[in-house]
């Protein structure tokens, strides 16, 4: 027989961002949990919301599995001296095991006999083990902050209220502090305050489902979505489709009911950027916008019940948002009277770092460097870059990126261009900070690239210049996001630069500073820290692992041009006389990986299989270095795998490690040659294939 096992665990509401994690980790131990005591089911499920956390197992055995443990002991030889009596080392194996030394076994493992320990571990009724079990994986769930309540030892993210825990029709006793199992659940905290008892699990979903409480997260996420579509195109608009924020509501609420709210076209005047804010981040709703994309003024918000007195609820949500427009408002007019230069010196007050100065000097940084590497790069115009690198800070100052941290840089354009800066001053300061997370937009314009890099030239080496650098999984100083964010960049733009010149242009900025690192030192340690980056960013994007390893072991702080390399030797994998290739490089390369001369002397060949063969390999030598600086990677590969015939011959034909030194040297100097021109392409020893 088997039944099915359901446990809810009724809490004070729990903060959204723990739920998610919370049923994952419910999950897990549970599967876990059972496993460990032999228990076989069909199939675990988790449900949740802010009050209740439910476990649903379907398909229990009645009885867990029976088990036979063998543990192997010392040798026989050893067991026993020479009187036949138990040594210490037997005895201490057996009441390690519970068991006396009579009761052990002799078995045989290769040809050798071990004392060992046989125990069966008869199974038990599952109903006997559920309390315990229960109760562990209850005890065992972890989250971002824990409290305790009353005089309670118990920790968890929020009070728990009551327990319901059924097998089958049976109840599970357990106690968790003062709160004791039973049949008891609750509904919905305002449609259905009254406890109500539950006779069995298909009940409870019954019961459930008339409180007002969708247990099912999924269900309640998709029901969201639809109503919020639907308000939103009852008035022609397009609500906002923003899965963090659905995520977020989703956990606010058992029972959902989308309503659409208006505010006054007069906030319409604030940049969209602040209203969508205000709205998401304060009040958890839904922007609207027409058809062209531009914001309305509406909302969509969520209530937690049914449609009920509706008309008093929106209007309830359109006075507390007005109050946070005319904030907004109130924020916008202020900051726009504000000049941009006062802001950029008020920023002396300002500190960035205790070791590298206030953030004022960071922006002198900024300017000097920004024209060293757009003038390297070969992007924007000088004077553009300057400008936008002395006011790219400034809304830091401003009382709507106080209120707003994530909007900076995005007030400063908005700050610019009411202030009439070129349109390539105010377009860089807001991409500057680009990418803000993984999968966020890159700069468009060539000063926002130009802005972008130098903004991340200058943190990433400050920090590694005074010995900051992420451990771990800790990264307070995003040092993860700004490789990575660069990296993208590069590759997005094919920008075609060294970065390891750009890095110690950087590094002289801070020479007014104490630093733990010289340049050659940080800029090293620099560029193997995004080199790092790449790799993860360029194996997430499907390219092999090995051809990644054996084209950023070489010497070259070209982000763009290695990553050329990566996508030419994968085509050449896949389409091109790949295996003659590897033929050629393995036979060049192993014989010649200790020797350093590349000298060939065709006076000194013995053969004529030499002179086929060099005559093979320096009609690819006369023009090499010229492919090589055109980048003609894939050309060069396919040369050189045409040289495998004359190579098969040579070797059939004679030794390399002749007797005459002198002919030795220039045998293994001409395969020194040809596996040098492959190793100028990739570190072709790091591929597995």
Known sequence: MKRDLLLEIGVEEMPAGFMAPCLADIKELAQKKLTESRIAAERIDSYGTPRRIVLYVQGVDEMQQAAVTVKRGPKKTAAFDAEGQPTKAVQGFARGQGLTVEALEIREEDGVEYMTAVKEEPASPVAQLLPGLLTDIITALSFPKSMRWGAYQ?????????L?????????????????????????????????????????????????????????????????????????????????????VNYLLEYPTAFLGEFSPAYLTVPAEVLSTSMIEHQRYFPVYDENGALQAGFVGVRNGGGEALDIVRAGNQRVLKARLEDALFFWKEDCKKDMDELVEALRSVTYHEKLGSTYQRVQRLERLAVIVGHELGLSEAAALKRAARLCKADLQSSMVYEFPELQGIMGRYYAKEHHEPEAVSEAIAEHYMPRFAGDALPTTESGRVLALTDKFDHMTGCFAIGIRPTGSQDPYAMRRNALGLVSIVLDAALDFDLLPLLEKAYQGFKDFELQKSAAECGGELLDFIKLRMRGMLIDRGLPYDIIDGVLALDSSNLFDLHRRMEEIDAFREGGPWEDFMVV????????????????HPERFEHETETVLWQSVSALSTCFDAMLARREYEAIL?????VRPALDTFFDAVMVMAEDEAVKANRLSMLRHIAGMANAVADFSKLVR
């Open 154 to 162: 118990m920790r968890f993210a929020r009070p728990i209220r009551w």
């Open 638 to 642: 396919q040369r050189l795998a045409a």
């Open 585 to 600: 490089y393995n036979r060049s390369q192993r014989l010649s990986k200790d020797w350093s001369l590349t000298d060939v």
């Open 164 to 248: 319901l825990a059924l097998y089958g029709e049976d109840e599970v006793a357990l106690a968790i502090e003062n709160v004791n199992s039973g049949r008891l659940t609750r509904g919905h905290r305002f449609l259905a305050p009254k406890e109500r008892e539950v006779s069995s699990i298909p009940q409870y979903f019954d019961i459930m489902r008339e409180a007002y409480v969708v247990l099912d997260p999924g269900e309640r996420k998709g029901m969201i979505r639809e109503q919020v579509r639907a308000c939103a195109a009852a008035r022609g608009f397009r609500a906002m489709e923003n899965e963090e924020l659905l995520e977020e």
